[in-house]
């Protein structure tokens, strides 16, 4: 089943719990680009100055190379400038961190062990978190 056009986090776990095995949204580069990254604790809004002197990685979990390479107030400093690096980065994470999700339902087959409405349940909260 294919779902078009819907796409933060949590939506797409529940899509998944409705048999749904394909999406396409812009909202990983949309949101990026405005400075919202997604990460399996919750969401960050970049801009807030709340990340002015944050100079952790921008997400120790996430797979891509720059959630490790790029710290929080880097791309907070970014971001207020203007500079087109920021959606960039912020892009890039978004779209590796729904890769991670979809994989994570998928492949740790909590799907086929029968534990994906308990990961489920887990992860909205965490998902929809505004940190």
């Known amino acids: 089943r294919y779902l078009m056009g ?17 999406f396409d ?5 949309r949101n990026g680009r ?3 990254l997604f990460t399996a604790e919750g969401i960050i809004n ?6 002015e002197a ?4 921008i997400d120790p979990e996430g797979t891509a190379f720059v959630d490790r390479l790029y710290s929080k107030a880097y791309l907070h400093h970014l971001c ?3 500079e087109m690096l920021a ?10 961190f729904y890769m ?21 349940e887990l992860m909205i909260p965490r998902l929809s978190r505004r940190l």
């Open 87 to 96: 959606a960039e980065i912020a892009s890039l994470h978004n779209i590796a």
């Open 54 to 57: 944050d100079f952790s990685p």
């Open 34 to 36: 405005n400075g919202q």
């Open 25 to 29: 949204c812009v909202m990983p580069t």
């Open 6 to 22: 819907v796409g933060n986090p949590t939506t797409l776990v529940r899509g998944v719990a409705c048999g749904v095995d394909m």
């Open 100 to 120: 991670w999700l979809v994989d994570e339902a998928r492949r740790r087959e909590h799907i086929a062990a029968g534990d994906f409405a308990a990961w489920k």
């Open 80 to 82: 207020v400038c203007g």
């Open 46 to 51: 970049i801009r807030n100055k709340k990340w």
